[in-house]
């Protein structure tokens, strides 16, 4: 039985926190917590859907989940920051 890398999981619309830690990984310092909150949904959704692994679609995308993974990002952020 073999057991498939985590990295390798799809990741899905719900996985607000799996999507902000990727980003985290991909822009870093580029973006802080005041700049996370003024990236345009279209920018993001862009970017989440460049993801490795990323299952979702564009059009199963919602503002809600585009608004929980702004403020994950953001949490992600701070933790990185301290």
């Known amino acids: 039985m073999s057991h498939k890398n ?3 999981l799809p ?3 719900k996985d607000h926190e799996d999507i902000a830690m990727k ?4 822009f870093g310092e580029e ?3 005041g700049k996370i909150y003024r990236i345009r949904f279209t920018d993001l959704l862009q970017w989440v859907m460049e ?3 990323f299952a979702g ?3 199963q995308s919602t503002e809600a989940h585009l608004e929980q993974i702004q403020a994950k990002w ?3 952020w ?3 920051n301290k």
């Open 6 to 8: 985590l990295e390798d």
């Open 11 to 13: 990741i899905h619309w």
């Open 23 to 26: 980003l985290y990984e991909r």
């Open 31 to 33: 973006f802080d917590e």
């Open 51 to 53: 993801i490795p692994h």
């Open 57 to 59: 679609t564009k059009e």
């Open 74 to 76: 953001v949490y992600e």
């Open 78 to 80: 701070r933790d990185n």
